[in-house]
């Protein structure tokens, strides 16, 4: 293994790069908190894990908590995004062919955003008002 | 202007696939976008499978059950063993990707391949004994 940094790859601005990591490590934090919830009895509310729509419903009564999900989910689809988009870059792409990959994965996770976002009213619905 | 042969192309794409000549970190790097790819497409199948707490609790609950069949469980240990791997080796680029602990390299990847499997046998049998 070459003793060497690892650089970013042209193509790739380094903000886009930059938030790929940060995104990264934020990722592993919250992944770490939604597998505790999901999977443990180790907060009081979530007994065994979110097993059941009751259960999901109930952990959705804090307010903090379709907040940390929404942008758990920027998290995860800028990270996915930004780094499929890495893999189709070594592929060498065309300046105008790479506008439109640009274009098709801004969509792509627009779109996978705002369904989320969505999602997570629906399940806010099912609280007693 | 002709490129080193190691240098990404489309016209030689093809060599991603030939495991000769590749070093230690050639191969972190593969199975760090391998492990990427299968994770990307488990959070698709994740969103859309979520669409079914929107539809209420029973559809919610019946996919829940459905969960239990040991094929799902597979599945899931697949996606549990791809996100300790990215997860740790990403700890690493993101490390040296601003410098620290690069002559050590050799040595994270070895012990959070060590970790990998660890993590993978503790989840195997948590997953498939609860």
């Given at each position: 293994m070459l003793a060497t940094k690892s650089t970013p790859k042209s193509g790739e601005g380094m903000w886009l790069w930059l938030i790929k990591i940060a995104s990264g490590i934020l990722i592993i934090l919250l992944l770490l908190l939604h597998f505790i919830v999901n999977h443990?009895?180790?907060?009081?509310?979530?007994e065994n894990g979110l097993l059941t729509h009751e259960g999901v419903v109930q952990y959705y009564s804090n307010p903090l908590i379709p907040l940390i999900e929404i942008l758990f989910l920027v998290f995860v689809v800028s990270h996915s995004l930004i780094g499929l988009r890495s893999i189709v870059l070594d592929l060498k792409p065309s300046r105008s062919l790479l506008k439109g990959i640009n274009w098709v994965f801004g969509i792509v996770g627009v779109v996978a955003i705002v369904y989320g976002i969505w999602l997570v009213f629906q399940i806010l619905s099912f609280l007693p008002a | 202007m002709s490129t080193p042969s190691n240098q990404p192309s489309?016209?030689?794409?093809?060599?991603?696939?030939?495991?000769?000549?590749?070093?230690l970190g050639s191969y972190a790097f593969i199975l760090n976008r391998i492990t990427a790819l299968g994770l990307t497409f488990y959070l698709f199948l994740h969103l859309i499978v979520l669409g079914q707490l929107a539809i209420g609790p029973e559809a919610y609950d019946n996919f829940m059950a459905m969960l239990h069949n040991p094929i799902f469980v597979f599945g899931e240990l697949l996606v549990v063993i791809a996100g300790i791997y990215h997860g740790l080796n990403g700890l690493r680029v993101a490390l040296t990707s601003f410098g620290i602990a690069i002559p050590y390299q050799k040595q994270i990847f070895i012990g959070l391949l060590v970790l990998t499997v660890l993590g993978s046998l503790y989840f195997a049998v948590r997953m498939f004994t609860a």
């Open positions: 443990t009895g180790l907060i009081s509310i979530t | 489309s016209k030689n794409w093809y060599k991603w696939f030939d495991p000769r000549g590749k070093d």
